[in-house]
DNA sequence: CAAAAAAATAGTACGTTGTACTATATTGTG
DNA sequence: CACAATATAGTACAACGTACTATTTTTTTG
């Protein structure tokens, strides 16, 4: 048995029945093992939860930075944002217990966390600077940090009320629902450049 | 002891600690009440969730009925949303705690709350509708069901956002926070007479 | 290769949780 | 007063997370 088999296993677990759902002993009886040797891997739940977090969390700032390589256009950022959605689909299950995420923060480690939401925000700020200096984005007064703010709470929650209601929404569909969703809001702040490029990515990536 | 009691204690609990980290013993203590007698109330906690969501569901369509008697105004329509929200925030702990509400509607009623959802759709449907024919938004295309969307998602999960880093956010700043960018949004699809309207609103109300 | 050390696995047990059940006390009612 | 209804308390049980110990397997080392 290794680390890497349990984390996937919880993660489908914790996927198809949510993580307050999946008990210890469950999960070492779907691996096949005693509990008393997933303490061996994983002392406390909690700690398994950390861990495929940890694994998410890497992933996704990845992909944050593949935006540095591509030209700054807003069929781009859409298309970040949609591989950074199927990130967040594909570890729902540890993504929506947010109260225990939130009790694992107030607990332990709450200033990592913090930092990386502050260091998400610089990310967004930044992209949309980018965004507006290659003429795909027209900004004034507020309205950058009113796009950070709403890229923030829309781009984290909306896994939330897909699977809310859905017990198993289908990725693509779901996906595609709130990406059109994003590419409205910012077809808002576009500029003729940006709503082309808007239109091209719905043509091209859009269901 | 009435049930009033034992709810508005669990409310207070809920909110300081969280619903899962409130037991019913500890609820029983601080009623100063046996364990025993708590259940002849509400045999299951989560029955004590209920009754409180069933509080905090009420009030919110009495406060969407108001609506009904005001100017069709988007001052109004921020008022009405601010007054939500405290409602919201009043109910945080038993909003917050997502995964059980999930729990509760796929094992129970999740008719009754999908029906809820599909309700307040039509209602801030109906809402966008009366702003625009009063001269203070102007809609086109989908503008309608983006804005519906966006007030779906937007305001479930402004609270949960708040809570998540701030353990005890602070009432007003909070509320005044995400009325703000409601404002901001709403400005987009403004007339000059909404723009007027959301400006005449954060002057008067907004801190 | 054999012995020692390390790693992995299993089993048991403890405290806590939600909650079902029973017994006792209090209140209301004819 | 007597009896029923309501309210309160106490006990107990299954499930949970998890700590602890014992056993087996694997690796290292002389």
Redesign the interface.
């Known amino acids: 048995m290794t680390e890497k088999q349990i984390l996937e296993k919880s993660l489908v677990l914790f996927n198809q029945k949510?993580?307050?759902?999946v008990g210890m002993r469950e999960l070492a009886r779907e691996l096949s093992i005693s509990p008393g040797n997933l303490t061996y891997y994983f002392k406390k739940k909690e700690d398994v939860l950390s861990a495929l977090l940890k694994q998410f969390s890497s992933h996704n700032t990845q992909l944050y930075q593949t935006f540095q390589n591509v030209k700054p256009t807003n069929a781009n950022f859409l298309r970040l944002t949609r591989s950074i959605f199927e990130n967040q689909y594909a570890y729902r299950g540890v993504y929506?217990?947010?109260?225990?995420?939130?009790?694992a923060?107030?607990e332990n480690n709450l200033f990592e966390y913090?930092e990386v939401?502050i260091r998400r925000k610089d990310a967004y700020s930044d992209i949309f600077r980018l965004l507006e200096n290659s003429g795909h984005l027209k900004l004034k007064g507020?309205d950058v940090s009113?796009l950070v703010?709403?890229m923030?709470?829309?781009g984290?929650?909306?896994i939330?009320?897909a699977?809310?209601?859905n017990?198993v929404p289908k990725s693509d569909e779901v996906i595609s629902h709130y990406i059109h969703?994003l590419a409205?809001?910012l077809s808002?702040f576009s500029t003729n450049v940006g709503l082309i490029s808007i239109e091209e990515f719905l043509k091209v990536d859009g269901s």
């Open positions: 949510g993580y307050a759902q929506i217990g947010n109260q225990f995420v939130q009790k923060i107030t913090e939401v507020d009113f703010a709403y923030t709470l829309f984290r929650f909306w939330t009320e699977t809310l209601f017990k969703l409205k809001q808002l």
